[in-house]
């Protein structure tokens, strides 16, 4: 029960979890880029890089998680989660030449809103 007081969330903490979700969203571009190549057979999973990197990176991800969650409050640190929705857009339409309509667009001005605002209110308490 000691270590359930509640505590503020520090800056390097919410840094750890944009990483995290930089690297999960480059991870969903590799594998993406890697399906492509599958065959649904074993070498041709073993043999394909960029689907073995996007593993990889969400592996790397999932640990940046883990010490970001050690060192602040899930309830602050998690929305940053919703970062990947613009990571993966943004990754789309620069790098897969996927189409983002308006609304897409007006979804990613809310995201960003609402990650501000529960960083600002977790920096504050």
Not at 109 to 115: D, L, N, R, T
């Amino acid at each position: 029960m000691k270590n359930m007081i509640k505590k503020k969330t520090p800056f390097y903490a919410i840094l750890m979890i944009i990483f995290c979700t930089l690297l999960t969203s480059f991870g969903q571009f590799f594998i993406k880029k890697g399906t492509a190549n599958i065959l649904w057979n074993f070498s041709s999973i073993i043999t394909n890089f960029p689907f073995l990197f996007g593993f990889f990176l969400y592996g790397l991800g999932a640990i940046v998680l883990i010490f970001a969650l050690k060192h602040g409050e899930l309830s602050v640190l998690y929305p940053f989660i919703a970062l990947s929705f613009i990571w993966v857009y943004l990754l789309s339409f620069f790098l897969l030449s996927e189409k983002i309509t308006i609304f897409k667009w007006l979804g990613i001005v809310f995201i960003i809103v609402g990650v501000s605002f529960i960083g600002v209110g977790g920096s504050r308490e």
